[in-house]
């Protein structure tokens, strides 16, 4: 079973930059399409980025421009770089695949953008 542990969260001002890691096991990484997620406090989780095995990616319109999702096959990692952050980017973030059937989710990190 694959297991999803994701870091790089903190607390930043509006306009910083931070890079979330999302550390996968197993080897099936690899061949899946995978995404990021955020909830925000009182809001349903929502897609963030994905990007396929093969590296093509997508962007909700809320962060297109500003983020980027990368990965490396060879260290089962994903990444989000997150650039000219608003509060309105405030919120856990979580990886996962790319849409169902979903791997048991992490516990994300929190991702805090002040004003």
């Known amino acids: 079973q694959v297991q999803l542990v994701e870091s790089g969260g903190d607390l930043v001002s509006a306009g910083g930059s931070l890079r979330l890691s999302c550390a996968a096991s197993?080897?099936?990484?690899?061949?899946?399409?995978m995404a990021w997620y955020r909830q925000a406090p009182g809001k349903q989780r929502e897609l963030v980025a994905a990007i396929t095995s093969g590296g093509s990616t997508n962007y909700a319109d809320s962060v297109k421009g500003r983020f980027t999702i990368s990965r490396d096959n060879a260290k089962n990692t994903m990444y989000l770089q997150m650039n000219s952050l608003k509060p309105e980017d405030t919120g856990v973030y979580f990886c996962?695949?790319?849409?169902?059937?979903?791997?048991?989710w992490g516990r994300g990190t929190q991702v805090t953008v002040s004003s």
């Open positions: 197993g080897r099936a990484f690899s061949f899946v399409a």
């Open positions: 996962n695949r790319h849409g169902p059937p979903f791997y048991p």
